[in-house]
């Protein structure tokens, strides 16, 4: 099956690392995007630490949001979705 195949799972999909909010949120505690969260973990996966692969990962989506790295449409798509939506929390959590 083709990687791009699973984007949609993978954006709908949330996969937290632990219990706590982002940005020191409580009620409810926040979490990243679910497609964020899913390629951060599948960069931690291959041996990266959590904060490496938090850096990577915010970095890929914007690559692939802005037209880079081969990617297909749906990737595309799921990347600049996801930025939109780390970037609205991010604002209110500031």
Same mark, same amino acid.
């Given at each position: 099956?083709?990687?791009?195949?699973?984007?949609?799972?993978?954006?709908?999909?949330?996969?937290?690392?632990?219990?706590?909010?982002?940005?020191?949120?409580?009620?409810?505690?926040?979490?990243?995007?679910?497609?964020?969260?899913?390629? =951060?973990?599948?960069?931690?996966?291959? +041996? %990266?630490?959590?904060? &490496?692969?938090?850096?990577? !990962?915010? @970095? #890929? *989506? =914007?690559?692939?949001?802005?037209?880079? +790295? %081969?990617?297909?449409? &749906?990737?595309?798509?799921? !990347?600049? @979705? #996801? *930025?939109?939506?780390?970037?609205?929390?991010?604002? %209110?959590?500031?």
């Amino acid at each position: 099956m083709e990687k791009s195949a699973e984007t949609p799972s993978l954006a709908a999909h949330h996969a937290p690392i632990g219990r706590a909010g982002i940005w020191h949120s409580k009620n409810p505690p926040l979490q990243f995007p679910a497609y964020y969260q899913n390629v =951060r973990n599948a960069l931690i996966r291959a +041996g %990266h630490s959590e904060s &490496e692969a938090h850096a990577i !990962a915010l @970095n #890929a *989506l =914007r690559r692939w949001a802005a037209g880079g +790295g %081969h990617v297909h449409d &749906e990737v595309r798509q799921a !990347a600049r @979705n #996801a *930025l939109a939506e780390y970037e609205q929390e991010r604002e %209110h959590h500031q």
